[in-house]
């Protein structure tokens, strides 16, 4: 399931990061949306990670625009 920009900007934001703010936290999936653009050096606008937990450790399962 691919997250919209739109719809995780209307989410209540967890935490933010030093460039994204974190939308959706469960046990094993954590998704976040970059306050940046590609001016700022994104590779595209509206970034948005998805990480998940695997083997104790948070990885990037996916990176794609909103």
Do not use: H
């Amino acid at each position: 399931m691919e997250f919209t920009a739109k719809y995780l900007r209307s989410l209540p934001t967890l935490c933010t990061g030093q460039a994204d703010d974190l939308k959706v936290e469960t046990s094993t999936m954590r998704v976040w949306i970059s306050r940046c653009t590609v001016e700022d050096g994104e590779p595209f606008d509206d970034k948005v990670t998805v990480e998940r937990l695997r083997n104790g450790r948070w990885e990037v399962a996916d990176e794609y625009q909103g």
